[in-house]
């Protein structure tokens, strides 16, 4: 099983863009659905981007337009580009391949 390992979270200003990697241990270009999640306490996980392995991507609607979710096979690593951000988007993000274990994952905080 592919281990994936978060990273790039932080704290930004409003308005303000922040790029997230998931590298993982082995390679992902097998793996068919890749798929970052955030979370917010006391609330459940939510979807916020998937892609497949022909490059297919999905978001939640709260983040279309804003959030670009890429895959980078040779790298064995996934990216969630962040743009526009918001308060809301404040939360705890992992990512996830299809059948696989969650990672720790790596906290996002948008304030002032």
């Known amino acids: 099983q592919v281990q994936l390992v978060e990273s790039g979270g932080g704290l930004v200003q409003p308005g303000g863009s922040l790029r997230l990697s998931c590298a993982a241990s082995g390679s992902i270009a097998w793996i068919n659905l890749l798929s970052w999640y955030r979370q917010v306490p006391g609330k459940q996980r939510e979807l916020v981007a998937a892609i497949t392995s022909v490059g297919t991507t999905n978001y939640a609607d709260s983040v279309k337009g804003r959030f670009t979710i890429s895959r980078d096979n040779a790298k064995n690593t996934v990216y969630l580009q962040m743009t526009t951000l918001k308060p809301e988007d404040t939360a705890v993000y992992y990512c996830?391949?299809?059948?696989?274990?969650w990672g720790q994952g790596t906290q996002v905080t948008v304030s002032s």
């Open positions: 996830k391949a299809l059948g696989g274990p």
